[in-house]
């Protein structure tokens, strides 16, 4: 790439990389990057992690009164970048956090794609894990190579079990008595979404795709839950699932 590259080639390059990344809705430039990465020296991940906590004692308390749950989202991606660390990459991460300030209302956005792109993150388990904390869904998918690397996949295709991911939200708002709102985070460009003035990840139809096939999913684990609760004993259904099987 680097021998025959363009300068129309590097800019979508740059414009592709600054799309990316977390801290302005409005896209950096290369010195608005350095400038904006100089303000964190000298913070490593336990000066990061103090001032969360510092920030977390201080809303939290408001947000107890007036009813509100704040969740934080996990890193995106889930390892350090650009020399910052990061500290919501993964199960010990998210525990930290919200044993830091212990309050409903410090809760988790469990984002199966931010978290998916670990390798060392089990996704059900993570929702089973800290069922009682999960305030909001981000259902998406990724891919991911040996080489650390990974890609967006569509939400049914990718390394992350999402219907062993559903069942255990399902789970999860039973412990709790409500309903965890979710999106159906990005998804493929589909038909004429290419030509929609968009941001990278946020096709309108790719996700209407992603939302049909994950409300699908939650619909047959609904149906198939109601159909156990149905048979007299677990031998029942198990003997039914073993005809069906022969």
């Known amino acids: 790439f680097a021998q025959t590259a363009s300068d129309a080639d590097w800019d979508a390059l740059l414009n592709a990389i600054m799309a990316g990344l977390p801290g302005a809705y409005d896209r950096y430039d290369v010195e608005g990057l350095r ?3 100089a303000s964190y020296d000298g913070i490593d991940r336990t000066a990061l992690r103090a001032n969360f906590q510092r920030f977390l004692e201080a809303v939290i308390p408001t947000a107890e009164k007036l009813g509100i749950r704040m969740c934080v989202h996990p890193d995106d991606p889930p390892r350090d970048i ?3 660390p990061r500290i919501v990459s993964s199960a010990e991460d998210i525990a930290w956090v919200l044993d830091a300030v212990p309050s409903p209302a410090n809760g988790l956005t469990l984002c199966s794609g931010s978290l998916g792109a670990g390798p060392g993150n089990n996704l059900p388990a993570i929702a089973r894990r800290f069922a009682q904390r999960i305030c909001f869904a981000h259902l998406r998918n990724v891919s991911k190579f040996p080489d650390g690397s990974f890609e967006e996949a569509a939400h049914l295709e990718g390394d992350t079990d999402m219907v062993a991911l559903c069942a255990a939200l399902l789970e999860a708002e039973t412990a709790q008595g409500i ?3 979710f999106r159906p985070d990005h998804g493929h460009a589909l038909l004429d979404d290419a030509d929609r003035d968009t941001h990278p990840g946020y096709p309108l139809i790719g996700r209407m795709r ?3 096939e994950l409300r699908g999913v939650i619909r047959a684990l ?3 839950g109601a159909m156990l609760s149905r ?3 677990p031998g029942i259904a ?3 699932r ?3 099987q022969t």
């Open 179 to 181: 309903s965890i709102p």
């Open 222 to 224: 609904l149906a198939q």
């Open 210 to 212: 992603g939302l049909a």
């Open 82 to 84: 650009l020399g910052l």
């Open 231 to 233: 048979s007299t004993t």
């Open 242 to 244: 073993t005809r069906g």
């Open 238 to 240: 198990a003997e039914n």
């Open 35 to 37: 400038a904006g990465i």
